[in-house]
């Protein structure tokens, strides 16, 4: 049997301090701050790219799971929420100074490294170099 008060204590225990507590949040969002880094624009690009593909992915769960047809206005729907999702990708790219083609390029040569023959292979897929995530 589970214990649901156990486990919560277990649960406070392993969060961190900026989770539990607006003081200790707020002094890492100063220090990250004189790091130079972009935390709001960054939390919205994160927060935003959650949503959006959750959302995009509750259309695809309905048309595949739950019998909804793939009719054109649900492709229409589906369209709308990738041009959500790019709206949160430049928040990321203008927050890491990156370009989206850089990003693109960045994304091909992982590829190219990961599966050697240029093809998906099942092999690399499961089995990935040391720091290829």
């Given at each position: 049997?589970?214990?649901f008060i156990?486990?919560?204590?277990?649960?406070?225990?392993?969060?961190?301090?900026?989770?539990?507590?607006?003081?200790?949040?707020?002094?890492?969002?100063?220090?990250?701050?004189?790091?130079?880094?972009?935390?709001?624009?960054?939390?919205?690009?994160?927060?935003?790219?959650?949503?959006?593909?959750?959302?995009?992915?509750?259309?695809?769960?309905?048309?595949?799971?739950?019998?909804?047809?793939?009719?054109?206005?649900?492709?229409?729907?589906?369209?709308?929420?990738?041009?959500?999702?790019?709206?949160?990708?430049?928040?990321a790219c203008?927050?890491?100074?990156?370009?989206?083609?850089?990003?693109?390029?960045?994304?091909?040569?992982?590829?190219?490294?990961?599966?050697?023959?240029?093809?998906?292979?099942?092999?690399?897929?499961?089995?990935?170099?040391?720091?290829?995530?």
């Amino acid at each position: 049997m589970i214990d649901f008060i156990k486990y919560a204590k277990f649960v406070n225990e392993v969060t961190s301090q900026e989770s539990k507590e607006n003081s200790v949040f707020f002094e890492r969002i100063e220090y990250l701050k004189n790091k130079n880094f972009p935390t709001e624009r960054l939390l919205t690009a994160a927060v935003g790219l959650c949503a959006e593909s959750g959302e995009f992915t509750e259309v695809i769960k309905k048309i595949v799971f739950q019998g909804k047809e793939p009719t054109e206005e649900n492709l229409f729907h589906l369209k709308r929420e990738m041009g959500d999702i790019m709206w949160y990708f430049m928040q990321a790219c203008m927050a890491l100074d990156v370009s989206p083609e850089e990003i693109i390029e960045m994304n091909v040569e992982k590829l190219k490294s990961r599966y050697p023959g240029g093809e998906f292979d099942v092999h690399y897929s499961e089995n990935r170099k040391a720091g290829d995530l």
